[in-house]
């Protein structure tokens, strides 16, 4: 069992963040670590237990780069099996960016700025997420509709539906 088996379990939600700024630049980072290292992909990561998955996005777009940002609406849903043992989600949500500049965690990150499309679709060291987004400039987007409340006797302190 490898380290995020132990931590997670065997179903893990992740999420991405896909950032783009008002000239329609991307914000991408280098991992320092993971399959995904040195390659050119969205900021992203784990679902906390007190958060929602686009809570989760805004964190980590913060805690890796250092930009603010509010969530827009979300893309889509990643799902694979690894190993065929762990199911891996990840939730594509679509962000702008709100304040701040770019400050790297250098713990997880090893470079961090906004590129162009036309800059990554043909970088070798781009991943697949980053240069299908690149390609896809017209996607749906599913707004998110925060009023929403399917009763108190279920607890929600967050609820929050894409539609």
Known sequence: MNENSAKR??????????????????????????GLKGVWSFPAGFVKESETADQ??????????GI???????LGVRTGVIENRISDNMIIFRLKPVAGSIQV??????EARFMCPDEMINDPDASLLVK???KKSNGVILKGKYEENPGEHFGYTAYHLFL
Do not use: P
């Open 56 to 65: 989760a996005a805004v964190r980590e777009v913060l805690e890796e780069t």
């Open 68 to 74: 603010h940002a509010e969530v827009i609406g979300c």
């Open 105 to 110: 965690q250098e713990k997880e990150i090893m």
């Open 132 to 134: 299908y987004f690149c």
């Open 9 to 34: 379990g065997n179903v893990w939600l992740g999420v991405s963040a896909v950032v783009v700024d008002e000239t329609g630049r991307f914000l991408v980072v280098k991992k320092a670590y993971s």
